[in-house]
């Protein structure tokens, strides 16, 4: 996308003025999205973002400016304006670039670029739609979502690194909405990945339909929940976001390096109850959280956080690593060239055990079974962090007896990572978007079933 | 001007298409700093614009954006909101605006001259932090910042509408992690001003610093019912989060769930909230909306009483009304509805009755874009605050969950207070509201 030529001018520009580090991430992306509103197209947009982000590192401070004018020109002027304060002798030289091809471990066939296929599309929504609606006549609306993006990277760097990848993500949402005359629900289902419109092919317009009305329906008749610390079941898939938030942004050198986070000084040590093996894996193929290469050109990789309740790992992008001194784990990412890279997570889960559903729930004399867990947030400071129960029972003296209302989990890391007493064996991955630092993100989150001896349910009864 | 060259390019394409269409051009230049440990930790700079185009052909609308200008770039934008536009189902209501007017937002206001230099920026910036660190129990100050944002907004359309406006907004925020044993705490404050003068230093880390200290001592309250205040913060955020209810897009679409009650009682008989676009002391100040269609103060809920939604001209059409001017749209988005300034009028309680007896100041939740629905009004969220007495704090109060429903809470008013205050980003003006037995969990 960028001419090597100009791209080593801007580098030597960069060089010039004493950089320690320089760095040119240019991205054109093409986006589609393709809305419905019940049995009708709502919208379709489509567009393309291009831009050019350029780093320079003086030290451990980071220079950042981005712009969307590819020209020689203006990209020495980001590199002048950002180096005026710091502007010193050359303190390196520069390494002729090396171009390194990337592997595609996860080739897409039905890219945007190629068909947008928006008919497909269309007509996947309308068939959830109507499944959604064959439910039950209490189902009122659904709103559907099809998005899809084909991101086109390229890297140069002071260190002669020249390198580019190509990331398809596609991802479809379905909300169905229930009502019985004086109150709403809502029910959802998604799914997504790395990957094309091929997407489709394993998903089911009649199963995605009967999910999203299922839910809506289930909370339609909820009643409001109980509130107070007790145990709680958390469903296998998105539940796992309660260790995406509870932990994985706690081990990211973002918040570690400044000793923002309550783990900076824990490496080695029991984090967890020994039950708990975390990961965030960045190869998995075609998992939306997946990478071939980072936002700063290193493969990606798989990474232990916690064995056996021992921490093993954190995140570690280049910045990261600089200012802690662990290796980097090609965990360097941004959402697009308007964010400098920062250590984040990829596909992050706690590995299955051996328990069995039945036994979590009758174990607890009085708990909460939450299924379906919505989004969440964390304070890495802290560790005080929150998420949302879309789709939870109340459970007494073992059994399940009915649907509760909406309820937001709240605990620390440290304290929730302790009480994980059962982890079960229906391992599910699910696909999300996690913001931080450097922007919006495609991750994965992921769990078995697990319980949680003791959090505190914020619930309205 | 290569802008208003490319505006008519495209316009004149979409016109020869047999599409009427309007185009949004944004243009922005901002600065970003973050210090850490005495020294800059992050500069960064930025200057981007992007376009946006909406099509309608046929009665069918389709959008498309493009940060790239090259000529190719341009002809693929209108190419794409053309073939976007023909998968879409006919919409009778949603159309070009007959506007042909020549519109300009007021510079003195919304970006007054200022001479400032990037020393003067930096300084803060490191000031701010340094200052802050070496506060007593402050372990650091790992998330501070200091921004200067210009933006510029061009709207044309085949009608012949031009509308500019420009904007400035400098902003500072600092927050500090406090640690006391094994205790600890984190909290910020964060100011916005058009000027980079009228930001207070000494305020953010004052007023940082007392919050992340009372916190510290911070223990949960025993689960129950409690008469609760939300700080200007919090219950600006608060309503934010269930703007919905005032939103004609999603009555039109059947979301919301107060479509059917303009005109019937759904709040306390002592609530009046209006949406004041026209007031130029906050940031939600607007000549005119992404239609270029002026402006006006619409009154939301009167005595209690659902007075109107917020309509676009296209909503307005669905329920044969006329549009109040709350057409948002971004270079990237479809066409929507929006609230500029929120405002809720004084109550007539005076302070001593609003903070009288016991009650929970809350001055922070979390979760908000996970904790709320709504389309059904029910919320769970993370909080954290004060238990008062009397207005005095008797003590900080975090790890508790606060949960209800918003739009039964409405009916749940104990008392307004005779005072407006201004949240910190200015987008809403409003007096303490006590809401009476709400679910607290501890």
Redesign the interface.
């Known amino acids: 996308m960028l001419n090597t030529s100009l791209a080593q001018s801007v580098i030597d520009h960069a060089i010039s003025l004493g950089a320690d580090f320089a760095e040119l991430f240019v991205e054109r992306s093409q986006t589609n999205m393709v809305s419905t509103l019940s049995s009708h197209v709502q919208s379709v947009q489509s567009g393309i973002d291009f831009g050019v982000g350029v780093r320079l590192v003086y030290g451990t401070k980071v220079l950042y400016g981005y712009t969307n004018k590819a020209e020689e020109a203006e990209l020495k002027r980001i590199v002048s304006e950002l180096a005026a304060k710091d502007r010193r002798d050359p303190r390196i030289s520069f390494t002729n670039f090396d171009y390194r091809r990337v592997e595609d471990k996860h080739a897409a066939t039905r890219i945007l670029s190629t068909d947008p296929e928006v008919g497909g599309k269309v007509a996947f929504l309308l068939a959830t739609d109507k499944a959604a609606r064959a439910a039950s006549n209490m189902i009122s609306q659904t709103r559907g979502t099809c998005g899809q993006v084909e991101q086109k990277i390229e890297l140069f760097n002071s260190e002669g690194l020249h390198t580019g990848d190509i990331r398809n993500y596609t991802r479809a949402f379905l909300v169905a909405i229930a009502s019985d005359g004086s109150e709403q629900s809502t029910g959802s289902w998604n799914d997504g990945g790395l990957m094309g419109w091929e997407l489709v092919e394993r998903m089911n317009s009649e199963a995605a339909g009967k999910e999203a009305a299922r839910q809506a329906l289930v909370n339609l008749s909820a009643k409001p929940c109980p509130s107070g610390r007790m145990p709680v079941v958390l469903g296998n898939g998105f539940g796992g976001v309660i260790f995406h938030e509870a932990c994985g942004h706690l081990l990211e050198t973002t918040s570690v390096a400044k000793k923002a986070s309550v783990f900076h000084d824990k490496m080695g040590e029991m984090i967890a109850n020994p039950v708990v093996n975390a990961v965030d894996d960045g190869t998995m193929i075609k998992e939306r959280g997946s990478i071939n290469i980072d936002d700063e050109g290193l493969d990606s990789q798989r990474t232990q956080l916690i064995k056996d309740g021992k921490l093993t790992s954190f995140l570690v992008d280049r910045i990261g690593s600089q200012q802690t001194g662990f290796a980097r784990t090609g965990s360097g990412r941004r959402e697009s060239y308007k964010y400098a890279p920062a250590s984040r997570m990829r596909n992050t889960f706690i590995e299955p055990g051996n328990a069995e559903l039945d036994d979590m729930i009758g174990s607890m004399e009085r708990g909460i079974y939450a299924s379906h867990m919505g989004g969440g947030s964390v304070q890495p400071g802290t560790g005080e962090f929150n998420f949302a129960v879309t789709e939870g029972y109340y459970v007494e003296n073992g059994k399940i007896l009915y649907p509760i209302k909406a309820a937001t989990l709240i605990s620390t890391g440290p304290k929730v990572l302790k009480e994980i007493s059962m982890v079960g064996k229906d391992f599910a991955l699910a696909s999300g978007t996690c913001g931080s630092v450097s922007g919006s993100i495609p991750t994965t989150v992921g769990q078995a079933t697990l319980k949680v001896d003791d959090i505190l349910v914020g619930g309205n009864a | 001007m290569a802008l208003q060259q490319n505006a008519n390019q495209i316009l004149d394409l979409v016109k020869a298409a047999g599409a009427s269409g309007d185009l949004i051009i944004d243009q922005g230049q901002s600065l970003s700093l973050k210090a850490?440990e005495g020294?800059?930790?992050?500069?960064?700079?930025?200057?981007?614009?992007?376009l946006?185009l909406r099509v309608i052909k046929d009665g069918k609308?389709?959008?498309?954006?493009?940060?790239?200008?090259d000529p190719e770039?341009l002809k693929?934008?209108v190419e794409?909101a053309l073939?976007?536009?023909s998968?879409?189902?006919v919409d009778a209501h949603e159309s070009i605006l007959a506007n042909a007017a020549v519109l300009h937002t007021d510079d003195e206001v919304l970006c007054p001259h200022e001479d400032v230099g990037?020393d003067a920026q930096?300084d803060f910036a490191l000031t701010m932090e340094r200052n802050l660190a070496a506060k007593n129990r402050v372990?650091?100050v790992?998330?501070n910042g200091v921004q200067d944002n210009m933006g510029e907004r061009h709207i044309f359309s085949s009608a012949g509408l031009s509308a500019y406006s420009k904007s400035r907004m400098c902003a500072a925020y600092a927050?500090a992690?406090v640690e006391d044993g094994d205790k600890?705490?984190?909290d910020g404050v964060g100011q916005a001003a058009r000027l980079f003068s009228e930001l207070d230093l000494t305020q953010i880390v004052t007023r940082t610093h007392e919050n992340c200290l009372s916190l510290l001592e911070g223990t949960?309250v025993a689960?129950g019912h409690y008469d609760v205040i939300f700080d200007e913060e919090t219950q600006v955020q608060l309503f934010h989060t269930f703007a919905m209810m005032f939103s004609g897009k999603s009555a039109k679409?059947?979301?919301n769930?107060m479509r059917e009650k303009v005109g019937q009682l759904v709040a306390d008989r002592r609530l009046n909230i209006v949406d004041k676009p026209l007031n130029s002391a906050g940031f939600g100040y607007a000549l005119f909306d992404s239609e270029g269609a002026a402006t006006q103060s619409t009154p939301l809920i009167v005595d209690g009483n659902l007075a109107s939604l917020i309509h676009n001209s296209a909503t307005a059409s669905f329920f044969d009304l006329a549009t109040t001017g709350h057409a948002t749209r971004g270079p990237?988005?479809?066409m929507g509805v929006g609230l500029h300034q929120l405002e809720i009028s004084k109550g007539e309680d005076l302070a001593q009755d609003l903070l009288g007896d016991e009650y929970l100041l809350l001055t922070d939740l979390?979760?908000l874009?996970?904790?709320?629905?709504a389309?059904?009004g029910?919320?769970?969220?993370?909080a954290s605050g004060y238990l008062c007495q009397n207005g005095e704090r008797v003590r900080a109060v975090?790890?508790?969950?606060?949960?209800?429903?918003f739009y039964d809470m409405l009916g749940k008013i104990s008392m307004i207070g005779d005072q407006q205050y201004w949240n910190w980003e200015r987008s809403a003006l409003m007096p303490h509201i006590r809401f009476a037995d709400i679910?607290?969990?501890?």
């Open positions: 850490r020294a800059l930790e992050e500069y960064k700079v930025s200057s981007s614009q992007i946006g609308v389709g959008t498309a954006y493009s940060e790239a200008t770039a693929s934008l794409q073939l976007n536009a998968f879409a189902a990037i930096i372990k650091n790992p998330y927050y992690l600890n705490a984190m949960p689960s679409d059947g979301v769930p990237k988005s479809t979390t979760g874009h996970s904790g709320a629905n389309i059904s029910n919320f769970s969220f993370g975090r790890g508790i969950t606060v949960a209800g429903n679910a607290i969990s501890g």
